[in-house]
């Protein structure tokens, strides 16, 4: 297979021809089959390389009765190798501070330094080696190459470039891809109506942040007088959070910008995130670039693989990282699978609907299983939705109660309380439809909720605080 060893080794200077659909023409179109057998004698080489260097792994794999030897199929790792999870990382890193002993080489190769917020929990942190960094740098720029993108494009990166990992993915890709990088970044006040500003006056070719930020930014330049067709964007690129495979996302920012719109994202962790990411001529959705990062759609309770059409969560394996390797790191999320080929030709297996968003994020209300993704995806469609909500779960007496609280458009707003009597009604039984149990709708002002350019989080459990008082008052009384 092209260029494919461990450690990696890329050469710098190549580019495919400019009339390549393919960055590797073989890797990408080859028989599954045959690839499986070529990620097989790379898991070979990974678990050896992690079993000799990494204590972490060593007395994981000891404990669970696997040695690297034992690997003979793809069943026998799914089988044999134990899932490892977030938590596993930061205890690690907690006693062999800072990184952890799951870091394989040595601190002088240590390159860039990254990580998680530690919003829930103690950061993890990533140590990236040279030649890792070079590594990610080629994956992306072969990833957005498969999305359209050329050398000279200019590229706005216009994402928070600090300790996450995904905007400086996206930069290092335009860098190795040759194009014009413009790494706008994101976060500061007053940022959107620049952005709107700077796109307006540099036209850049393709365009990477989250899809929230990229429907405010089409909300803010128009109250700025600018046409975000205007921009000259022909590939936006996103990740962070579950949007851009929704359809009523999807289209609002094809509709807006006039540009394809491509999923793509998995974990910081495994960064290359877009190792999961959409490619020209191919339907909505993610494809699972499989020689660059192995994935595994798993049964959450026994994370054995589930048949492709099924749904389960990711279990990821670099195949080409030396520094950190993340073998078998449970993802947490939700998905489907389901196997090619693909319209653009490459023979991956892909998630047609991308990530819906994380298993505990899942909400069990009055006994039934609500995903906020699914109340995202509803709204979405309906006309008069005006771009942002907030999902309230309280409790009144024994029962729980569902609110959606949904912005209107301006213009739908304004036509005053019948109208949006409508408009609410229509809501409740889109979302009865959806979610098999019946919400109560709150139709709020536009400008009610505040916009990121990050990640949205618009859930709020109120059951938390009854629980609190209740448990409180019980031992009072």
């Known amino acids: 297979m092209e260029s494919w060893s461990f450690p990696p080794k890329y050469d710098p200077t190549y580019l495919p021809q400019p009339s390549s659909r393919y960055w590797f023409p073989k890797r990408e179109t080859m028989d599954p089959g045959e690839r499986e057998k070529a990620i ?64 394989c080489v040595p601190d002088a190769e240590i390159h860039h330094i990254h990580g998680t917020s530690g919003t829930t929990g103690r950061p993890t942190a990533f140590a990236i080696g040279r030649n890792d960094w070079d590594a990610i740098a080629n994956a992306h720029a072969r990833i957005m190459w498969g999305m359209g993108i050329r050398p000279g494009d200019m590229v706005m990166v216009a994402a928070i470039l600090s300790l996450y990992m995904g905007s400086w993915g996206a930069l290092i890709g335009s860098e190795r891809l040759r194009c014009k990088s413009f790494p706008f970044g994101a976060g500061a006040p007053g940022m959107t109506a620049r952005a709107a500003q700077w ?32 921009f000259g964007l022909r590939h936006m690129f996103f990740s962070g959070e579950p949007g851009a495979s929704v359809p009523g996302v999807r289209n609002k920012i094809k509709e807006a910008y006039g540009a394809e719109v491509f999923d793509c994202g998995t974990m910081a962790e495994m960064s290359p995130f877009m190792h999961a990411g959409g490619a020209a001529d191919s339907s909505p959705g993610m494809l699972l670039w499989q020689d660059i990062v192995y994935t595994e759609v798993c049964d959450p309770k026994t994370f054995r693989r589930v048949s492709y059409g099924e749904r389960g969560t990711p279990v990821y394996t670099h195949l080409e990282r030396t520094s950190q390797p993340m073998i078998r790191l449970l993802s947490g999320d939700l998905t489907l699978w389901e196997m090619g080929p693909s319209p653009c030709g490459r023979t991956y297996p892909r998630l047609p609907n991308g990530i819906f968003g994380r298993i505990d994020d899942m909400l ?49 707003y304004d036509r005053g309380k019948e109208y949006l009597t409508q408009f609410q009604a229509l809501t409740s039984s889109k979302l009865q439809k959806m979610l098999g149990i019946r919400a109560k709708i709150d139709v709020v002002g536009p400008g009610t909720f505040p916009r990121t350019d990050f990640k949205a989080r618009r859930v709020v459990d109120d059951r938390e605080v009854f629980r609190d008082l209740n448990e409180r008052l019980t031992k009072e009384t």
């Open 40 to 103: 097989l004698d790379r898991l070979k080489e990974i678990t050896r390389y992690a079993y000799e260097t990494a204590p972490f792994y060593r007395k994981k794999w000891d404990e669970a009765g696997f040695h690297p030897s034992q690997l003979r199929s793809l069943e026998d790792f799914e089988e044999k190798v134990p899932v490892i999870n977030k938590k596993d990382l930061r205890e690690a890193q907690a006693r062999h501070p800072p990184f952890g002993d799951y870091i």
């Open 364 to 412: 069990t209300i009055r006994g039934e299983n609500v995903y906020p993704s699914e109340v995202d995806a509803v709204l979405n469609e309906l006309a008069d939705y005006g771009g942002e909500h907030r999902i309230v779960i309280t409790r009144e007496g024994a029962m729980d109660e569902l609110i959606v609280r949904v912005e209107a458009k301006p213009e739908a």
């Open 199 to 230: 796109l307006d006056l540099m036209k850049p070719s393709a365009f990477y942040g989250t899809p929230s930020f990229a429907v405010h930014l089409a909300q803010v330049a128009r109250q700025e007088g600018l046409d975000p067709r205007a």
